[in-house]
């Protein structure tokens, strides 16, 4: 290599070195004061001292700083907060797009300095595409991850409800990493689990519906095309869970459930009219039917299944969303074979539901 072509990498690490003047008397001392820190130039003009490889001085300067770090943990419990802040901002000043710097921070603030707020300051920051880690960036996603942790953790021995609440408010942080680049789709049914944690099935599916109602109106850019397209499914099985607790109703009370979907229509006209009748609170199937009528929303349409309310339409999309993944993690395995239903984990699919699988990939169609 000439010493042309070696300049730029000379000059990098030049700058890299005046981050630290003071390293070799630092690395004799086992547990260095806490104005060691001072040896950080002002963070404005970090970036400048870097001479544009700013990415390689921010890794060269966390390795630093969790040797540091690891060193003062020798003889101390805790670290002051304001020791870490200064470090990982410096090293988010050089390359704000780390997602593993952002996580790094949260775990020293949250775990070495107990500071649990500023830990999810940190992560707020990351996960915000303005001022941290692109919103198509492979581990963005992971962040939301962290801070449904931080969410998590902050529950254990509190009081039942509080316990609860933060649980639901982990799965909410958890569905917001749903959907983003490099996120594993079993995180979905992890995440809504949590999220509805000591709701019914109605309200669950409620849930679900303003969830993606949210995402179609004021979510990212990028994910609002896909949310429509949940919403109309997540409509879909909250009309069909209220036909189901009907028909339900119905069994109850007259010792056998609705003979088809038309005994069942008749049903639902009769309680309408009794309650508009009557008066007092909407029972709450009545009023999602009322908000959203009793057709399927995806245009398939609904079965009843001695007794039970079938929706085909979204038990296709949640299957080929399932058979989807397996099949492109086989593809990868295996490049040029075609796996069969068995292969994906699919020993039988439900008999309103045909699945379809070749070359380009998989199918599955409502009968």
């Known amino acids: 290599m000439g010493l042309a072509r070696r300049a730029p990498v000379v000059v990098a690490l030049a700058g890299a070195a005046l981050l630290f003047p003071l ?9 260095p004061p806490p104005d060691v820190l001072e040896v950080l130039p002002p963070r404005a003009i970090l ?3 870097t001479f544009g490889h700013a990415q390689t001085a921010s890794n060269l300067l966390e390795i630093r700083a969790t040797n540091f770090l690891m060193r003062w943990l020798e003889g101390m419990d805790r670290l002051r907060h304001e020791h870490i802040s200064r470090l990982y901002d410096a090293i988010l000043t050089l390359d704000p797009r780390d997602a593993g710097a952002y996580r790094r921070a949260s775990t020293y603030f949250f775990s070495v300095a107990d500071r649990s707020d500023l830990a999810r300051e940190y992560l707020e920051r990351g996960v915000d595409p303005a001022r941290g880690v692109p919103a198509d960036h492979p581990e963005r996603w992971t962040l939301f991850v962290e801070l449904a942790s931080i969410e998590l953790m ?17 799965g909410e942080l958890l569905m917001r990493a749903v959907g983003l680049p ?4 079993e995180l979905e049914t992890f995440a809504q689990r949590l999220a509805t944690r000591g709701l019914s099935p109605l309200e669950a599916l409620r849930y679900d519906e303003q969830r993606w109602l949210e995402a179609a109106k004021h979510g990212e850019p990028a994910m609002r095309a896909q949310a429509e397209r ?3 499914e997540a409509r879909a ?3 069909a869970q209220a036909l189901q607790l009907i028909a339900d109703d119905v069994a109850r009370q007259a010792g056998a459930p609705p003979a088809d979907l038309d005994a069942l229509w008749r049903f639902v006209d009769a309680a309408m009219r009794n309650q508009e009748r009557n008066g007092g609170p909407v029972p709450a199937p009545l009023a999602v039917l009322r908000e959203h009528g009793v057709e399927d929303p995806l245009g398939v349409g609904f079965r009843l299944e001695e007794g039970r309310v079938v929706a085909p339409g979204v038990d296709a999309r949640r299957l080929q969303r399932l058979l989807e993944e397996r099949f492109l993690r086989w593809r990868q ?33 409502p009968r």
């Open 237 to 239: 099985a909250l009309i």
């Open 182 to 185: 490099g996120a594993p789709p």
């Open 230 to 232: 949940r919403l109309i």
């Open 47 to 49: 970036p400048v001292l």
């Open 23 to 31: 390293q070799a008397r630092l690395d004799a001392r086992r547990t």
């Open 154 to 170: 902050g529950g254990l021995g509190a009081p039942e409800a509080e316990r609860l609440e933060r649980v639901r408010r982990g």
């Open 333 to 365: 395995a295996r490049p040029g074979e075609v796996p069969t239903a068995e292969h994906l984990g699919l020993e039988r699919a439900a008999p309103h539901l045909e699945v379809l699988i070749d070359e380009a990939g998989v199918r599955v169609v």
